[in-house]
């Protein structure tokens, strides 16, 4: 459980395959400019197959902890990782929060809780990339421990090794 500083009550818990239609209106509740910061390019909605992918996952090498609001139900917030199919011992890691609660600690807490589902599940190394601009975001990663790799043009590499 996580309590935000007004109060509202949310609940961390896996995403499960009957969390296909919040996952969609959760997107859906997204800025573009967000939306651009989570998938680093323009995405102006998920496709099915991409919904079916978000949500049907094995809670090992694909693990996705949602942020929930006991008010409504809605989902307001995700973290997940998927293993890297080249490179089983690494896996890419994500966040996304609604864009009326960000900076309330929502990424920070579902950000936390994958680092430790990943290293309980025997991932060796978390990756991340973020936009360059993406200051909040950055600033996550190096609380968490990330480093910063490598740049290009599409943002910044950012790793953790877990032990």
Not at 70 to 77: A, F, I, N, Q, W
Not at 86 to 104: N, S
């Amino acid at each position: 459980m996580l309590v935000l500083a007004d109060g509202t009550r949310l609940r961390l818990r896996p995403i499960e395959r009957g969390d296909r239609d919040g996952l969609a209106a959760s997107f859906a509740r997204l800025s573009p400019e967000s939306r651009r910061r989570r998938f680093l390019s323009t995405k102006p909605q998920l496709s099915d197959r991409e919904l079916d992918y978000f949500t049907d996952i094995d809670h090992v090498g694909h693990e996705a902890i949602a942020a929930v609001d006991e008010r409504d139900g809605s989902l307001v917030g995700v973290a997940r990782y998927a293993v890297d199919r080249r490179h089983p011992a690494a896996a890419h890691m994500a966040v996304t929060v609604a864009d009326d609660l960000q900076g309330m600690g929502i990424g920070a807490a579902l950000a936390s809780r994958a680092v430790k589902r990943a290293r309980a599940s025997g991932v060796d190394v978390l990756m991340a990339t973020t936009l360059s601009e993406n200051r909040p975001a950055r600033a996550l990663l190096r609380r968490l421990g990330f480093r910063a790799v490598s740049a290009h043009a599409s943002g910044i590499d950012h790793e953790l090794e877990l032990e």
